[in-house]
């Protein structure tokens, strides 16, 4: 029991990367870790991380602000936005459009921290143990592979909202993409495109940008992953404290 005991307070190493794994002994003080506890840190600090994340995405221009992961559009709706661009406020348009793209990730952001509180709840022991033995960013690994169907579900409607607004000319910004992207996917699909090693492009806009959006989100999971990991103030819960301060004590 002792010897599982000191196993599962290894799991709590997915966020230090300490060489010392061997050091981390069982108790605070004279206190001892219980394997409630060790199971407990472990998921408080995978829920603290992604809650941050979430609350944080969720802010007025959380996306929008934050150029490592604001929305834009795909680099083949160049031709769009040129063309919009030489209207009278077609620049502004283009913004108006990137704004909302934008807005509706922040709000489908206000709805992820529920969905990665049920994965890491229904975490079993032997995910956690994979989560050890993985790479330093295994944790936010474990989450992407457990929560990204139902995060892509619950981004995707908001999305397809925004784009299918009007922009111009009765005209909405999806009306245009698949209208560019359909004759430019026929010709790649033609003998000429192929010999010309064209490539067809995704003409889901709304998937598109989905993917951008969490694709955003899982970064932030990463930065709060190495937050916790080796920041001590990120450690906000008196189970993260009392937790990961006996690995600091005992790497002293």
């Not at 997915?14 to 394997?35: D, H, K, M, R, S």
């Not at 598109?208 to 932030?220: Q, V």
């Not at 999971?221 to 990120?234: F, G, T, Y």
Request: hydrophobic share 40%; charged share 20%; aromatic share 6%.
């Amino acid at each position: 029991m002792k010897i599982r005991i000191i196993s599962l307070a290894l799991l709590l190493l997915i966020f230090t990367g300490c060489a010392e794994v061997l050091n981390v002994l069982q108790t605070v003080g004279t206190v001892p870790l219980t394997e409630s506890e060790v199971i407990s840190g472990l998921k408080e600090a995978l829920t603290t991380g992604a809650k941050n994340s979430a609350r944080k995405l969720a802010a007025e221009n959380g996306y929008f602000g934050d150029a490592a992961v604001k929305i834009l559009l795909p680099d083949e709706a160049k031709v769009i936005v040129d063309n919009i661009s030489k209207i009278p406020g077609g620049d502004q348009l283009v913004q108006d459009v990137i704004l909302r793209i934008n807005r509706a990730a922040e709000d489908a952001a206000k709805e992820a921290a529920p969905i990665f509180v049920n994965s890491i709840t229904s975490m079993a022991i032997k995910d956690a143990f994979n989560i050890l033995n993985g790479a330093d960013n295994a944790a936010t690994s474990y989450l992407k592979s457990t929560t990204y169907s139902e995060l892509y579900a619950l981004y995707k409607p908001k999305m397809k909202i925004s784009t299918e607004k009007e922009i111009i000319g009765n005209i909405s910004t999806k009306e245009s993409w698949t209208t560019l992207t359909g004759k430019w996917n026929q010709l790649a699909n033609s003998l000429a495109g192929k010999l010309a090693n064209l490539k067809p492009v995704n003409t889901d806009l709304d998937d598109y940008l989905t993917n951008k959006a969490l694709s955003g989100m899982f970064l932030k999971v990463e930065n709060e992953e190495l937050q916790i990991r080796k920041n001590v103030s990120a450690r906000v819960t008196p189970v993260l404290q009392r937790v990961f301060g006996s690995l600091d004590n005992k790497s002293n």
